[in-house]
């Protein structure tokens, strides 16, 4: 018998907690591309359609670099956190998170459109030493969200509907573990969500079993 509870002993309070976000609704192949088709040509629309063709965080995105291009590949090996400051390293100090990508014939015109608005310095997205900042990304997303009717998730949501996407499509999970920095397999398959609509599998349904 133990007379007395050790764990009353602990102030729980100091533990920072943040519950695991099981409902994850990434947006779909179609959202994707209304939302690209319908942003424009500013700096804050071209982040976005930017982050549509890769699978960053978007610390991830804020610590690009032009020289981190080589060719039609992009390797991401630090971010700017939320005070604005850079870390020559990436979230969760795994070797795994520092990686590279391939970039799509879509993903380099956008860059080149960004560079024509930013020429002048050696970060993609700071300008006039001002990283592109979270809030004003999130609500430019919202905006065009809501103009399309389309139900808004936040900078987050892009990485997984990306990967989701491509998972749909039929990159393996193996590859898209890589492109995610992610140090288990399980950990990607929490960001793979199913993304097919009921019509979509009423059809192959009808293809399948007749």
């Known amino acids: 018998m133990i007379d007395h509870n050790c764990l009353r002993d602990i102030n729980f309070k ?50 690009l670099k032009w020289n981190d291009i080589k060719d039609d590949t992009i390797y991401i090996h630090r971010f700017i956190d939320d005070k604005n400051k850079v870390i020559e390293d990436i979230k969760g100090h795994a070797s795994q998170g520092k990686r590279q990508m391939p970039l799509t014939p879509n993903a380099l015109k956008i860059l080149e459109q960004i560079r024509l608005q930013n020429p002048d310095n050696e970060y993609i997205f700071i300008r006039d030493s001002h990283p592109l900042a979270t809030v004003t990304f999130n609500r430019r ?26 998972y749909k499509n039929g990159v393996e999970d193996t590859e898209l573990q890589k492109l995610l920095g992610h140090t288990s397999l399980n950990m990607t398959h929490h960001y ?5 609509s009921q ?3 009423a059809s192959k349904m009808r293809a399948i079993l007749g």
């Open 141 to 166: 997303l919202k905006k065009c969200c809501e103009e399309l009717g389309i139900e808004y998730r936040s900078s987050h949501k892009l990485r997984f509907s990306t990967a989701s996407i491509m």
């Open 14 to 63: 100091q533990f920072a907690f943040k519950a695991e976000e099981n409902n994850i609704k990434p947006y779909t192949e179609e959202e994707r591309l209304r939302i690209i088709n319908h942003l424009g040509d500013d700096f804050y629309s071209l982040a976005i359609k930017l982050d549509f063709h890769l699978v960053l965080r978007i610390g991830e995105l804020k610590g």
């Open 192 to 196: 793979l969500q199913n993304i097919t």
């Open 199 to 201: 019509e979509e599998t």
